[in-house]
């Protein structure tokens, strides 16, 4: 099922059935899931057809990062299982952010393929302490200008990065953005946040949610409010 809405739901948990059991309350119409590195690590692929046998898109975020070979049949063996989406590191370089996207041309996939910027967990003096001098904006900008460079189809940022990424890389290059905080929900590990409208607004094409739906009393309420929030209600 293919849906418009840009939430893309964190299925951050340590089991198939923890996960299944938050699916089975969310609507494949209204969102859709992401699948990251513990979930996956778990199941394996098993959980990428669970989800799309109840008719989700899913965005495998593995956040591929290693030698142009590896990463583009990594991101191949991602795409050819049905993924909607693919994520690799902007900071592997340009050949590497090329061989996969060479290697999906190259096969006909149409899985998109994003790459991560600057996490949004970390702010200038983590930045700092790996040896990168610049602001998180500044070095946000440099990897989303290669990205495109590169040929990906978008990247991770921060929805505070969105309104420049809007103006540097235009409307359709994708702004997948984490740090989504609604009003109601707590900030936690994450360092450069947003609130939903405020990061539509900004330019984000895709909105990532993870703890304020799935650790929510009633994760479809929240879903809910959020929505609300989107339209301004
Ligand atoms: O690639 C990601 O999805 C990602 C990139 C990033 O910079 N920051 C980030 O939080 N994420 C992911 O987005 C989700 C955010 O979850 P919550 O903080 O619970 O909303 C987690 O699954 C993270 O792994």
């Known amino acids: 099922m293919s849906t418009d809405s840009p939430l893309i739901i964190a299925l951050d948990y340590p089991s198939l059935d923890a996960a299944l059991c938050m699916a089975d309350q969310l609507d494949p119409a209204r969102c859709r899931v992401k699948v990251g590195k513990e ?35 990594a991101v191949q063996a991602a795409a050819e299982q049905g993924t909607w989406m693919v994520n690799v590191h ?17 096969h006909g996939l149409s899985t998109h393929l994003i790459a991560v910027t600057v996490l949004t967990s970390m702010e200038a003096a983590d930045l700092a302490e790996v040896g990168v001098a610049a602001s998180p904006a500044e070095q946000v900008e440099r ?10 189809d978008g990247v991770v940022c921060s929805a505070r990065e969105s309104a420049r990424l809007r103006t540097l890389c235009g409307d359709d290059f994708l702004k997948v ?19 939903p409208s405020d990061a539509l607004a900004a330019g984000s094409t895709h909105l990532v949610v993870g703890r304020p739906v799935t650790q929510a009393e009633d994760p479809m309420a929240a879903l809910s409010a959020i929505e609300a929030e989107l339209a301004g209600e």
């Open 177 to 195: 953005t984490p740090g989504i905080r609604p009003s109601f929900a707590a900030v936690g590990d994450q360092r450069r946040i947003m609130a």
């Open 90 to 106: 902007a900071g592997g370089g340009r050949r590497m952010m090329e061989a996969a996207r060479e290697r999906l041309d190259r």
């Open 143 to 152: 990897l989303a200008m290669l990205a495109r460079d590169s040929g990906m």
């Open 39 to 73: 979930l996956f690590t778990r199941s394996g692929p098993d959980v990428l057809e669970a989800l799309h046998g109840r008719g989700f898109e899913v965005f495998l975020d593995l956040k591929f990062h290693d030698i142009p070979n590896t990463v583009a049949g």
